[in-house]
């Protein structure tokens, strides 16, 4: 029988657009979810998201590999400042929201699995990396997105055309693939959309991109994909953006108590939810400067630093005061 699969990743808290994806899925009809990491951090909803997922899996043919972030929850330092300062912030508050069945619920997931469908392996790792090295990184990262199109939005055709431009002709990717096993490889963390088949159609790469903080310069809705296993063990990908009404989303970004309490993640998070660009990066280089020019050596920042760079760094790039106060 025929297999439908919704492919989802870095849904980062932000559970309307889990929500968005996950209906408009059940709309075409999956049979299963396939959730490539990243599920909580920067956005409102951690707990929501994990909750949600869980209720899913209870319905659903349901396969899950953990993120980079979801790491960071069994690295949480025992001195309360390193929770408190600087980028220490955003993950204690995340952890602190998060109740304890739905937390050893995504730390019990596995860092990458493989499934059989239809005479097809199913590969699932959080990062491409784990498949073709550093092949999609080093050229489609999303701060290397920013640097080419700057400030102009780009039609999903368009990128997805300047990828496969580049994917069809690079020699780094092409000795990758040439290793690499036949099979279905499922991966997020980019938080880029994209899809590759070569030509014989047996070995498949999907990036869905991210539902929950798309930062890829495309303004048109949210990403997952389609993909469809038949019984003879074709696979047909189809890239999905839904629509996503991210303006009433900031809204209520800026009454939460996230906003209150994280001001600096929230701000950043906000703003490339806003401009679909990715700019924590560029943020963390500039405060290294800062802080070296300031003599300061601790990390995480301390808070004072912290916000005082945020501050300066705001101004300079956007012209506007960054308004930590709600």
Request: with cysteine.
């Amino acid at each position: 029988m025929a297999m439908r699969f919704a492919v989802i990743s870095d849904i980062h808290g932000n559970l309307p657009a889990l929500d968005a994806v996950a209906e408009d899925a059940k709309k075409n009809h999956t049979d299963g979810f396939l959730f490539a990491g990243d599920y909580c951090l920067g956005n409102l909803y951690p707990d929501g998201c994990i909750a949600r997922m869980r209720e899913l899996a209870e319905q659903y043919a349901f396969y899950a590999v953990r993120g980079n972030q979801e790491a960071y929850f069994e690295r949480m330092p025992e001195d309360e400042s390193a929770r408190t300062d600087g980028n220490g912030q955003i993950i204690y508050w995340c952890h602190r929201n998060i109740v304890p069945e739905n937390l050893e619920y995504i730390l019990g997931l596995p860092n990458r699995l493989c499934f059989q469908c239809n005479s097809r392996s199913v590969y699932m790792a959080h990062s491409s990396d784990d498949f073709i090295e550093d092949s999609e990184h080093r050229k489609w990262s999303p701060s290397k997105l920013l640097k080419r199109y700057g400030d102009s939005f780009v039609a999903p055709e368009e990128l997805k055309r300047d990828i496969e431009d580049y994917f069809h002709t690079d020699r780094q990717f092409r000795e990758r693939l040439a290793e690499l096993s036949e099979g279905i490889h499922i991966f997020g963390h980019s938080h880029i959309q994209w899809n590759y088949m070569s030509e014989d159609g047996k070995k498949v790469l999907i990036n869905p991109g991210a539902c929950g903080l798309p930062v890829d310069c495309v303004k048109e809705g949210i990403p997952y994909t389609m993909i469809e296993i038949t019984d003879s063990g074709r696979v047909i990908v189809e890239e999905k953006r839904v629509p996503f009404d991210m303006d009433g989303y900031l809204a209520l970004f800026r009454e939460s108590v996230q906003y209150r309490e994280v001001p600096v993640w929230s701000r950043l998070i906000m703003k490339q939810l806003e401009t679909r660009r990715e700019y924590i990066s560029l943020f963390l280089q500039y405060l290294e400067e800062y802080a070296g020019k300031m003599g300061e050596a601790r990390r995480p920042f301390p808070l004072p630093l912290w916000e005082k760079g945020f501050g300066l760094w705001y101004w300079a790039i956007f012209g506007e005061d960054s308004v930590l106060e709600n």
